[in-house]
């Protein structure tokens, strides 16, 4: 989407499998989807095999707010050094419910996810397994960049799992 058209997105049971950005500088991101401002629902859908040279190797969202529910985003990844967020690199106000994020790379921060500073992701439901960055101090599941990140695990059974740096906060 465009910047400042405050769209209204919605992809609802759709596959994204093998899309790839490339940049010889390495500025290519978002592998499947970009999305900048406006609203995000991602329902019933897979993300598998994306990539993109440095962020968001399935979804990179700079979102007013995104809904992203029953959705595996598997196998994914961000490959440059540094890159962000292998499955997911998300900015802004997001919910995450009842996904499976899983087996996603990064070549630096947030295999599983990498959040921008100022951003609020609230996670319920979801399973964040073997997802890797190769910066063992910024995240292999889950990387929130800046102090004003705000990132809600509410009573409602997300799951991280599979290593010690599974949250990094």
Do not use: M
């Amino acid at each position: 989407t465009y910047p400042s058209t405050g769209s209204l997105i919605l992809f609802d049971t759709c596959t994204f499998t093998s899309n790839s950005v490339t940049d010889p500088g390495g500025s290519g991101n978002a592998g499947a989807i970009y999305h900048q401002n406006g609203t995000l629902t991602l329902r019933l859908s897979t993300f598998s095999g994306n990539c993109a040279a440095k962020g968001g190797g399935a979804l990179w969202s700079i979102a007013d707010y995104s809904t992203i529910e029953n959705c595996t985003i598997a196998g994914n990844s961000a490959v440059a050094s540094p890159g962000f967020g292998g499955g997911l690199r998300l900015s802004g106000v997001h919910w995450i419910n009842s996904c499976t994020i899983s087996g996603n790379t990064a070549g630096g921060w947030g295999g599983g996810i990498w959040t921008g500073s100022a951003s609020t992701v609230t996670i319920a439901n979801t399973l964040l397994q073997d997802n890797t960055g190769t910066n063992l101090f910024n995240g292999w599941n889950k990387f929130l960049d800046g102090l004003n990140g705000v990132v809600c695990l509410p009573h409602t059974h997300a799951i991280v799992v599979v290593n010690p740096w599974a949250l990094v906060v």
